[in-house]
Structure formats: structure tokens, C-alpha cells
């Protein structure tokens, strides 16, 4: 597994959170296939950078995965691979709505910070 640390070009790389709202009598379900899914990751995608999930504090039954790719390639390997099939599976059944899947952007990391800098080139403004 790679690591930021490891990544050259941290604006070459793909980065997605997938948000969703589980039953809550489904949470320990969930919690089970979770740490299947996140070893499975662990053990079989090399071309992921950061994987991690975050439970809402003020919402227990709302997770939040954070993925990182260092390449199309890897995202790819990952949306294809077998243990993902199986988590998407288990996700409609414990699920209260269907997953949101968002694109993100870098706009600025601590790891491209050599000076101080007032650059805001690469924030976009918001669409009209």
C-alpha cells in the first residue's frame, strides 16, 4: 500500500468520499463487514494511497469513506475487484438510501508547501 507520503505527484492521484446512512439496526452488520472490506483493501490493492472511514460523532448510523488512488488505473483495479462487488452488495442491504459518491480535488496539501504562499490559483469559485 502507498502512502502520501510516498506520492510524487499528489495532483496526479484520484480522491472520492462515499457517504451513506446505514439502518441502525444493521450497525453491528456492518461493522463486521467493514473490517473485512478495509483488509481486503489492505491486502490487495497496492495502488491505493489512503483508505480510510469515519463515523459521524453526532450520527452514529452516517460513515464517510475517504479513498485515495495513486492512478486511473488503481481506481479502476478497485471499482472492479471482487471484494468491492461484495461490499456494494452488502451496503444496498443494510443501507436506508443508495451511497453518494464524490469526485474531489486537490486544492492545496501541506506536503506541496515549501514556503509560505498567498496562491490561490487552484481554488475554483463557485458556479452561478
Known amino acids: 500500500m502507498w502512502h502520501l507520503y510516498q506520492v510524487k505527484n499528489l495532483a496526479a492521484t484520484i480522491t472520492k468520499i462515499v457517504r451513506y446512512k446505514v439502518k ?15 483488509e481486503d483493501i489492505k491486502r490487495h490493492e497496492s495502488g491505493i494511497v489512503l483508505y ?7 450520527d452514529s448510523t452516517t460513515l464517510v469513506h475517504v479513498m485515495t488512488f495513486k492512478d486511473k488505473k488503481a481506481e479502476t483495479a478497485h471499482v472492479k475487484s471482487t471484494h468491492v462487488k461484495k461490499w456494494i452488495k452488502t451496503l444496498h442491504s443494510i443501507c436506508k438510501e443508495n451511497p453518494e459518491v464524490t469526485d474531489l480535488k486537490l486544492v492545496r ?7 509560505p504562499s498567498s496562491d490561490t490559483s487552484t481554488v475554483q469559485e463557485p458556479q452561478q
Open 109 to 115: 496539501s501541506i506536503k506541496d508547501l515549501k514556503e
Open 24 to 38: 441502525k439496526k444493521k450497525l453491528s452488520k456492518l461493522k463486521t463487514a467493514l473490517v473485512a472490506f478495509v
Open 52 to 58: 480510510e472511514v469515519f463515523q459521524e460523532k453526532d
